[in-house]
C-alpha cells in the first residue's frame, strides 16, 4: 500500500488538475512520521533517476533538519549524490530560519555558517513570509526542469513547523498555490498532529488527496496506568505500528486502507496486516443483542425454506394461481368460464404472459378509460 502510494505520487497530475497531494501524520504515540517521509522521498528519488516518473526534480522544503541529513540519506539509499544537482534542489529553512544567525555574523560575533554538504542548497532566512517562500520554491523548481512543460516535486517535511511562524490560512494559501501550479507534479508533507487544533489538521486534511496516520499496534485498555504497565506497550510501538491511507477518488468517493509497519535498521518497512492483528480487530467490535453470521446449522435450515410462488419441482403440473379459487378444491365436476379457467402450463421452456380480468361481471369495455366521452 506504502508502494501505491509513490506510485500515486510518481503518475503525477493530469492535464488541467490539481497535483496530487499527500499528508503524513504521526503523534508522540508512533512518532514515524520522519521515517514515512524518508521512504516517499527516496522512492520519489529513485523513480526519478532511472527516469520513471512524471517530475524531473524535487525541491526539498527542509524546516526540521539541514542539508547534510538528506544528503547522508540519500547516501544510505544507493543514489548518486555527486550527480544530485541534475534532480535535486533543498530550500534550507532549518540553519536561520529568521535570519537571526546571518545578523550575528554581520556584526561579527559568531563564524560564517558553512552548509557542508555537496548537494545544491540555498539558504532561507524569513519563514514567517510565504509569499517569497512561494517565489523561492518555484524559482528552484525552474532551476531544474526549465520554464517549459517540465515538472518538479515539493516535498516539505514539517508544515508543523511553519505553523510555528505563521497562521494555517498562510499555509494552506501556499500549499493551494503549489499544488495549481502548473510546474509541480505533486507534493507531499509532514504533519504532528497531536501539537495542533483539529481545524488546522481539518484544513491541511482538504487540501491533500492522500493520508497516511501512523498509529500505534497496542494501546494499553481500561484506563491502566503505571510504568509497569506502560513499559510493554511502549516497547512494542517503539519497534513497529500500523499506517491508515485515505485515498481520495476524483469522482469524490474515498477508499481506506490499513498496513502494519516495523522498524529496522536499514529503515522502514512495510507489511501487510496479519490475520493474527485481523482477528484482534474483529474482536473490538461491540457485542449486540443478536448474531451477526449463521451458523451451519441455520445455513442449512435457510437452505430448506421454499419461498413463495416457487414451485417444488416435485414432477407434478404446475399451476397457476388466478387470485380467487384455491388450488386444494380439486372438484372435477366445477365449471370454470373462460376467465375463471384455472390454467396448466407444462414446462415447454417457454415463459406464458397469463391476464385475468378483475371481475367477470364487468363489461367488455371496463378496461377502457371512463372518462374517455368527456370533451374536456
Request: net charge negative.
Amino acid at each position: 500500500m506504502a508502494e501505491r502510494i509513490c506510485r500515486a505520487l510518481r503518475d503525477g497530475a493530469l492535464e488541467g488538475e490539481h497535483a496530487p497531494a499527500l499528508t503524513i501524520k504521526d503523534s508522540i504515540q508512533s512518532p514515524f512520521g520522519s521515517l514515512v517521509f524518508n521512504h516517499v522521498l527516496s522512492q520519489l528519488s529513485s523513480f526519478i533517476v532511472a527516469q520513471k516518473s512524471q517530475s524531473q526534480g524535487i525541491v526539498l522544503v527542509a524546516f526540521s533538519r539541514g542539508p547534510l541529513y538528506y544528503e547522508e540519506l540519500f547516501k544510505s539509499k544507493g543514489n548518486d549524490v555527486a550527480s544530485s544537482n541534475k534532480w535535486i534542489r533543498v530550500l534550507d529553512c532549518c540553519t536561520d530560519p529568521l535570519g537571526w544567525r546571518s545578523k550575528l555574523m554581520e556584526s561579527g560575533r559568531i563564524a560564517n555558517l558553512t552548509l557542508g554538504t555537496s548537494t545544491t542548497a540555498s539558504l532561507y532566512k524569513n519563514v514567517k513570509d510565504l509569499d517569497k517562500l512561494l517565489l523561492a520554491i518555484t524559482e528552484l523548481g525552474k532551476e531544474l526542469v526549465g520554464d517549459g512543460k517540465g515538472r518538479f516535486v515539493v516535498a516539505i517535511d514539517s508544515v508543523s513547523e511553519m505553523l510555528r511562524h505563521t497562521s494555517i490560512s498562510s499555509v494552506a494559501g501556499l500549499l493551494s498555490n503549489l499544488r495549481s501550479h502548473d510546474q509541480v507534479s505533486c507534493l507531499f508533507w509532514l504533519l504532528h498532529s497531536d501539537i495542533h487544533e483539529t481545524k488546522a489538521i481539518a484544513a491541511l486534511e482538504y487540501l491533500s488527496s492522500m493520508q497516511v496516520s501512523a498509529e500505534p499496534i497496542t494501546r494499553p485498555v481500561n484506563g491502566q496506568r503505571g510504568n509497569s504497565v506502560k513499559l510493554p506497550f511502549l516497547e512494542q510501538n517503539l519497534r513497529g505500528g500500523k499506517i491508515h491511507v485515505r485515498f481520495k477518488r476524483r469522482n469524490g468517493r474515498v477508499r481506506l486502507m490499513s498496513e502494519e509497519f516495523c522498524i529496522e535498521q536499514s529503515g522502514i518497512k512495510f507489511t501487510p496486516i496479519s490475520s493474527e492483528a485481523e482477528m484482534i480487530a474483529q474482536s473490538l467490535v461491540p457485542k449486540v443483542q443478536f448474531n451477526l453470521q449463521l451458523s451451519e446449522k441455520e445455513r442449512n435450515d435457510r437452505a430448506k425454506v421454499v419461498l413463495p410462488f416457487e414451485h417444488q419441482g416435485n414432477g407434478k403440473t404446475i399451476q397457476i394461481y388466478d387470485g380467487r379459487k384455491s388450488l386444494n378444491e380439486d372438484k372435477p365436476e366445477m365449471q370454470y368460464t373462460s376467465a375463471e379457467k384455472v390454467q396448466t402450463v407444462k414446462d415447454s421452456g417457454r415463459g406464458e404472459i397469463i391476464y385475468f380480468r378483475d371481475s367477470d361481471d364487468e363489461m367488455p369495455d371496463s378496461d377502457e378509460d371512463p372518462d374517455d366521452d368527456l370533451d374536456i
